[in-house]
């Protein structure tokens, strides 16, 4: 059964830096994709950042771009999420998600991802 535990978040100021991470467990499978969503109380579940299996495809969404870097740690399946210069608007709750592969494009709405984290609160103080 694949699980997925985020880790990282905490309560920051604004233009101070966060290191979030998922650890993916019970994977029987070679290909996938990984992807971070962040979600404020009352709106969707918004698209942040994904790196494929092999690591080779990172998209981001406009929010991102320039600030959160996506990796990955292949010899631990494990995913982090750096994100740099953080604004108060960067406050929410940020899932990990995994969608089992091989894909043809890279999935950007929850509704195409396969499992989920708990999520972990991010908190930007202004």
């Known amino acids: 059964q694949v699980q997925l535990e985020e880790s990282g978040g905490g309560l920051v100021q604004a233009g101070d830096s966060l290191r979030l991470s998922c650890a993916a467990s019970g994977l029987t499978f070679r290909y996938y994709v990984m992807a971070w969503f962040r979600q404020t109380p009352g709106k969707e579940r918004d698209f942040v950042a994904s790196i494929t299996w092999n690591s080779l495809v990172t998209p981001y969404a406009d929010s991102a771009k320039g600030r959160f870097t996506i990796s990955k740690d292949n010899a631990k399946d494990t995913v982090h999420l750096q994100m740099n210069s953080l604004k108060s608007e960067d406050t929410a709750v940020y899932y990990c998600?995994?969608?089992?592969?091989?894909?043809?494009?890279?999935?950007?709405?929850?509704?195409?991802?396969?499992?989920w984290g708990q999520g972990t609160q991010v908190t930007v103080s202004s």
């Open positions: 998600a995994l969608k089992r592969g091989p894909i043809a494009s890279m999935p950007r709405t929850s509704g195409e991802y396969d499992y």
